[in-house]
Nanobody, 125 residues
Framework: QVQLVESGGGLVQAGGSLRLSCVAS????????MGWFRQRPGTEREFVAT????????RYADSVKGRFTISRDNAKNTVYLQMNSLKPEDTAVYYC??????????????????WGQGTQVTVSS
């Protein structure tokens, strides 16, 4: 059984920082690309960041570029999302996802095979 378990969400003030973690089990973590997505109420789930299976390359949505950093520790089966300079617009449920293909770093949520349960991030003004 594949499981992705997120943690680290919470309430922060604008300009603050937060670090999300996602621990994977039931798969060969080093063989999958990982991504972070977020979803606001009444909106579609949108791409935030993705990282290659080795952690050597990452991509970001324009809205978070320069503020967010995705990383992974394959020895711990964990992917992280460091969020700095947070804005109220960043408020959303954040999800981690795994792409079993592993050779790409997709931006499309439909390319991902496994999903975590989500963790709430709220940024106050």
């Amino acid at each position: 059984q594949v499981q992705l378990v997120e943690s680290g969400g919470g309430l922060v003030q604008a300009g603050g920082s937060l670090r999300l973690s996602c621990v994977a089990s039931g798969l060969t973590f080093s063989s999958v690309a990982m991504g972070w997505f977020r979803q606001r109420p009444g909106t579609e789930r949108e791409f935030v960041a993705t990282i290659t299976r080795s952690g050597g390359t990452s991509r970001y949505a324009d809205s978070v570029k320069g503020r967010f950093t995705i990383s992974r520790d394959n020895a711990k089966n964990t992917v992280y999302l460091q969020m700095n300079s947070l804005k109220p617009e960043d408020t959303a449920v954040y999800y981690c996802a795994a792409d079993n293909a592993g050779w790409d770093m997709p931006l499309d949520r439909r390319r991902y095979d496994y999903w975590g349960q989500g963790t709430q991030v709220t940024v106050s003004s």
